[in-house]
């Protein structure tokens, strides 16, 4: 019994452990911001590799996601005859929840896993270590561009998402389902605020980039330095950060619009 | 450097239709536009039931959009509810009025309007003092907005600040309902 015990204190430590790392970690590659200004093009080439190559998946996910949304809006609506509310059905939802949440949960799955894997290979060849027998910081110089870039992309995912996935509802009301166009976009209008809906959204995509970022850098550096241990360092990333993501986003929703 | 010339613009452009959908979500989307800080004159209403007033809501005329809701509160000796509304001068100008209080007309026969600044006693709105307010819904299930009347059995005008005085309560379904069968039972 004593046993068990033990092996579960000893568990719930090496958890409290990887928590404090992962914060060392993250004071540690945030002090390596500043000076990424002088040598900004570390970041241009992760952005790419980050933010452009997610480009694709994010626009043709986006785009779907709004016409199945237009689609079973309208099922739904038409009951009440109040087809031409879909606008708003589909803006509201895609601009307050499911643009920042499967944006970065997509985010997490392309570029995370990537990240992850890219950093803890780094590890398990000694890359990292012969950086710093150069006297080179490799978390100045190889995380946090990794980082910067993570951040300023999600959020910018996240804009190009919605706005497809709302272009998208609009294929599938206006022509396909015959939906009057006018009242489409201006009961979007009239009803979707800047300041609680769009400024909200921006807000979660913001937070979500971070964490992601975080953790799926922090997966990597902490990985064990085997292939094993970076195959699962890579499925850590995508399993954290997607709960991580989920749990989060009801936090800021409660925070935002609840009680 | 060929290829990081390539990548570079690619970055740009990411970040171009990034920031670009950014900005269209805001000002087509969520019309960010019609928070635009023109300030124009205000006029007051007071109503027995808003129903769903809201601020921000459409004032119109004709069904022409001519300002906004901008602050709804209660007045706690009458109780009942007081709604401020902000005109835009632009949608509907102020008019230039005469030492008796008629409005200028000029050699067409047209009234002939305030610029921008103009302050009573010289302008006034052109909405008589008999107009009316009455909150009315888009549709079925539509937003609720104000419908102005601008009258015409009185002389004077409403000068920027003033209240419209008469004023037609939202409609309640429940109020209706209520009354048809109320009247149904007093016929038997």
Redesign the interface.
């Known amino acids: 019994m004593s046993e068990v015990v033990h092996q579960w204190l000893l568990s719930l430590f090496s958890l409290f452990r990887r928590l404090g790392r992962g914060q060392f970690f993250l004071f540690h590659l945030l002090g390596g911001i500043p000076s990424l200004i002088p040598r900004f093009r570390l970041v241009i080439q992760q952005l790419y590799a980050i933010g452009v190559h997610s480009l694709t998946i994010v626009m043709v996910a986006g785009l779907f996601v709004g016409m199945v949304l237009g689609l079973q809006g309208y099922n739904t609506l038409v009951d009440f005859g109040a087809e031409e509310s879909l606008g708003v059905l589909v803006a509201l939802s895609l601009v307050r929840e499911l643009g920042p949440v499967v944006a970065a949960l997509l985010f997490a799955g392309r570029a995370g896993s990537a990240l992850t894997a890219e950093i803890g290979l780094m590890k398990a060849t000694e890359q990292l270590s012969g950086m710093e027998m150069m006297a080179v910081d490799p978390v100045h110089r190889m995380i946090s561009p990794r980082f910067l870039a993570g951040f300023i992309s999600l959020p910018l995912l996240t804009a190009i998402f919605t706005l497809l996935g709302v272009f998208g509802g609009y294929f599938v009301a206006v022509p396909l389902l015959g939906v009057d166009e006018g009242a489409f976009w201006s009961q979007m209008q009239a009803r979707v605020d800047f300041f609680e809906d769009i400024q909200s959204g921006v807000i979660k995509s913001v937070v979500f980039g971070f964490v992601v970022s975080w953790i799926a850098l922090f997966e990597g550096y902490d990985a064990t330095a085997t292939s094993e241990g970076v195959s699962r360092a890579t499925t850590r990333t995508v399993v954290h950060a997607s709960l991580a993501i989920l749990g989060l986003d009801f936090v800021l929703t409660a925070l935002m619009f609840g009680a | 450097m060929k290829q990081?010339r390539a990548?570079?613009i690619?970055?740009g452009?990411?970040?171009g239709?990034?920031?670009a959908?950014?900005v269209?979500?805001?000002f087509?989307?969520?019309?960010?536009s019609?928070?635009n800080s023109v300030t124009g004159y205000r006029l007051e209403a007071r109503f027995d039931e808003i129903g769903g007033l809201k601020p921000r809501a459409p004032v119109t005329i004709a069904g022409v959009q001519v300002g906004r809701v901008v602050a709804i509160h209660l007045d706690s000796q009458e109780y009942r509810a007081v709604v401020e509304m902000e005109i835009d001068p632009e949608k509907m100008p102020l008019q230039r009025l005469n030492e008796e209080g008629e409005p200028l007309i000029d050699e067409q026969g047209l009234r002939v309007m305030c610029d921008r600044n103009g302050e009573p006693p010289h302008c006034s709105t052109v909405l008589y003092e008999d107009a009316s307010a009455s909150i009315l819904t888009a549709?079925?299930?539509?937003?609720q907005y104000m419908g102005l009347e601008p009258g015409g059995g009185a002389l004077a005008f409403l000068y920027p600040g003033d209240e419209v005085r008469m004023t037609q309560s939202s409609i309640a379904l429940e109020q209706v309902i209520g009354q048809f069968l109320f009247n149904q039972v007093d016929q038997e």
């Open positions: 990081s990548v570079e690619w970055v452009l990411f970040m239709i990034g920031i959908a950014l269209v979500l805001a087509y989307v969520g019309n960010l019609s928070y549709g079925m299930l539509g937003e």
